[in-house]
């Protein structure tokens, strides 16, 4: 089984049937800051020291270890990463950025972790891009003058000094549309698979708007609102927004994100994974016309030694996971086997 770090500052919603392992590899009061309202304390960072112990621990348990960190604030998150890879010489911890807000990238996380014991750790890394595609995600803001993580005209921001708000969507791709009274959402740029849920942050924000106008748009069989993500201000530049995130709440919508990653065996340390670049020895996919070469980040040994640095039994697990796909031509989820619904009994969600 593979484990899952979150790092940086953003809690659990609970909601996923598991939780990624939270850490916050530091904090600066920048982070946190935003035009309008002072700083709140930032959260303790755990010191450099502690987290070499706790990845150590971790390897030990999972062998691998995913760690997804906000792609907006990559350090010091990228930091810690290089610490541990090269304090402990493994290419077993993985780093894996994602653009996602804070409310869609806690949930994403989540669900990596529900699916960590049913895929292998590199499709695991090819599906923090995969589930965001999967996910609306975005918020009603009162001003996009700081926002500064998704494209803005010059219009746009002298707009935020006239009354109403702005409706700015995150993922599956970006945009922003003003906000004018009373009218009517126009079409969204992605609605995810009947059932769908909402898990929503009302920090300060027009709520009625968000219930009565955003709401009907997306038809969510269920919605639940949380304590703002401390990130959540840093990200969409403003105190008052109404964070949201609407996924499908399907039993199969897993399974089918994990059967539909592209993958293929690394050549050199074995791993199933879904990129040209092996995330865990650097090693590009040959191409034809040329030989496979490392990058830059990647391991300098050879193949035997990186089979003796990697987890046992990693290479003849990945060669084993690759023939089975190649001989019963099945999708990832099919020949990693069955993906339980984290809604189906004994997935621990009531």
């Known amino acids: 089984m593979t484990g899952v770090l979150v790092l940086g500052d953003i809690p659990s919603t609970g909601i996923a049937g598991a939780s990624a392992e939270r850490v916050v590899p530091g904090s600066d009061p920048q982070d946190h800051q935003t035009p309008d309202v002072p700083n709140p304390p930032a959260t303790p960072a755990l010191p450099p020291d502690d987290f070499l112990d706790l990845v150590r621990q971790r390897l030990g348990q999972a062998k691998i270890v995913v760690a997804v960190y906000p792609a907006w604030r990559p350090e010091p998150a990228k930091r810690y990463i290089q610490l541990a890879r090269s304090a402990l010489e493994t290419e077993w911890l993985v780093g894996a950025p994602s653009d996602l807000p804070p409310l869609a990238l806690s949930l994403v996380a989540d669900q990596l972790a529900y699916l960590a014991p049913y895929v292998p750790p590199g499709v695991l890394v090819g599906l923090v891009s995969r589930l965001a595609r999967e996910t609306l995600a975005g918020a009603w803001v009162r001003s996009v003058a700081g926002l500064k993580h998704i494209p803005i005209s010059l219009g ?103 059967g539909s990653v592209r993958v293929r065996t690394c050549r050199w340390c074995g791993q199933i994974v879904a990129a040209p670049t092996c995330p865990f020895c650097g090693m590009t996919r040959h191409r034809p016309g040329g030989a496979a070469q490392g990058s830059a980040g990647g391991s300098a040994q050879g193949p035997d030694q990186g089979s003796a640095r990697g987890p046992a039994g990693a290479r003849d697990d990945g060669a084993q996971i690759g023939a089975q796909r190649a001989a019963t031509g099945a999708a990832p989820a099919q020949a990693y086997g069955h993906v339980p619904s984290p809604t189906e009994p004994g997935s621990g969600v009531p």
């Open 156 to 258: 746009q921001h002298v707009s935020s000094y006239l009354p109403g708000g702005f409706l700015v969507t995150a993922s599956p791709q970006s945009g922003i549309s003003r906000v004018k009274g009373g009218a009517q959402v126009g079409e969204l740029p992605y609605r995810p698979v009947d059932p769908v849920q909402v898990l929503a942050v009302p920090a300060d924000g027009d709520v009625d708007w968000f219930r009565g106008t955003l709401l009907p748009s997306v038809r969510p069989a269920r919605v639940q609102f949380f304590q703002p993500q401390p990130l959540g201000s840093t990200y969409w530049g403003t105190k008052k927004y109404v964070e949201y995130v609407a996924f499908s709440s399907h039993p199969q919508a897993l399974t089918h994100a994990a």
